[in-house]
């Protein structure tokens, strides 16, 4: 994109794990975005007016002027890029150590922590049944292992890259905020723990989503 936009934006979601970043990072950088609310339980995601803002179907979707952008990573780069936020660091280093840690949430531990949250949480939250005690157990075992890699890597830092917050913190903690009910270990892993207490006391952490308070968020 070559040329900066103007005016406001419309950020599509759901109170759920992966639009919780875009939100997240909307709210914490106070970006121009008008909330758009697509209830999954209902099958609006499904519609064909919201297929073609995202032919996935799924949420979160950003549009920006004639920019219409699906992929919650992307979508916070770009909302971060709008507003000239360090929460997309500016040095390429930096970004590149970033991209790391988008990528191991995206494609190692998300995937692990998700599944616990989709057992405990969204089984629940959407009727979906009972827990897949097999799959659970499966998930739990992986993702004590990334657990334990972000333990290493957390000792004697406060955010996982340089001293400041970036969207590499907002993807990897991003089901954090419903450890206790999905059942991920957060206490067996001490400098985890503690650096997941450092971003709860971020204002909109707890609470992402426009008007849901923090105990249902
Ligand atoms: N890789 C996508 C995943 C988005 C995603 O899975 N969104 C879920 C909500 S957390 C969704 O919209 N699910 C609806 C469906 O699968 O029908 C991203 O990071 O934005």
């Known amino acids: 994109m070559d040329k900066p936009m103007a005016g406001r934006m419309r950020l599509y979601y759901d109170c759920t794990m992966m639009p919780r970043k875009a939100c997240f990072v909307a ?4 970006a121009p975005v008008d909330f758009v609310r697509v209830h999954l339980g209902k099958g609006e995601n499904r519609a064909p007016a919201f297929r073609a803002l995202n032919p996935n179907g799924k949420v979160p979707v950003l549009v920006d002027g004639d920019v219409t952008l699906w992929e919650s990573d992307a979508i916070m780069v770009h909302l971060a890029n709008r507003v000239g936020s360090d929460i997309w660091p500016a040095a390429p280093l930096d970004q590149v150590e970033v991209l790391r840690w988008l990528s191991w949430a995206a494609h190692e531990f998300n995937p692990q922590a998700g599944t616990l ?7 629940s939250d959407f009727g979906l049944g009972p827990v897949d005690d097999t799959v659970e157990a499966a998930a739990q075992k992986r993702v004590r292992k990334g657990l334990a890699v972000l333990e290493a890597h957390l000792a004697g830092r406060d955010m996982l890259v340089g001293s400041g917050l970036t969207v590499a913190d907002v993807a990897v903690a991003i089901t ?13 892993f001490p400098a985890v723990r503690r650096w997941h207490d450092r971003l709860s006391l971020i204002d909109a952490w707890l609470a992402p989503f426009p008007q849901v308070p923090a105990s249902a968020a």
């Open 27 to 30: 709210r914490h950088i106070d």
């Open 117 to 123: 949250y989709f057992e405990h949480v969204i089984r």
């Open 176 to 188: 954090f905020p419903y450890a206790d009910r999905a059942g991920i270990p957060l206490a067996e």
